[in-house]
Nanobody
Framework: QVQLVESGGGLVQAGGSLRLSCAASGRTFSRDPMGWFRQVPGKEREFVAV????????YYADSVKGRFTISRDNAKNTVYLQMNSLKPEDTAVYYC????????????????WGQGTQVTVSS
C-alpha cells in the first residue's frame, strides 16, 4: 500500500518558519516529480511547489516564491518544504503529492496524496 505521510505542521507567528516533511512508503518516487499543495476550507486545493525527480527543475506559486523552498532526498523517498517569512495567508492544510500524469501544477493530475498537515500562522 502506497502512503505519503506529512509532518512538521503547527502554529507559528507571522515571520516565523516551519519545515514540512513528506515520507513515502510502499513504492519509490525517485523517478517522479513530487510537490506540495495547500487548501483552506471552502476553497480549491492550490499549487505551492513541485520538484522534478532529479531536483533539476523546481516551480513555485508566485505567492510563495522567495519564501518557500522545496527539496527532496530520493534515498529517503522524502520531499520537504522549508517555509520562511510565513504570513497569516499561508494558513492552510498542506498536502504532498507525487507522480503527476499531466500538469505538475494541477492537483487533479496527481495519483498519490498524503493526508495533510495543518499550518496556522498567527498575526
Amino acid at each position: 500500500q502506497v502512503q505519503l505521510v506529512e509532518s512538521g505542521g503547527g502554529l507559528v507567528q507571522a515571520g516565523g518558519s516551519l519545515r514540512l516533511s513528506c515520507a513515502a512508503s510502499g513504492r519509490t518516487f525517485s523517478r517522479d516529480p513530487m510537490g506540495w499543495f495547500r487548501q483552506v476550507p471552502g476553497k480549491e486545493r492550490e499549487f505551492v511547489a513541485v520538484m522534478s525527480w532529479s531536483g533539476s527543475s523546481t516551480y513555485y506559486a508566485d505567492s510563495v516564491k522567495g519564501r518557500f523552498t522545496i527539496s527532496r532526498d530520493n534515498a529517503k523517498n522524502t520531499v520537504y518544504l522549508q517555509m520562511n517569512s510565513l504570513k497569516p495567508e499561508d494558513t492552510a492544510v498542506y498536502y504532498c503529492a507525487a507522480d503527476p500524469e499531466g500538469s505538475w501544477r494541477n492537483p487533479s493530475d496527481y495519483a498519490y496524496w498524503g493526508q495533510g498537515t495543518q499550518v496556522t500562522v498567527s498575526s
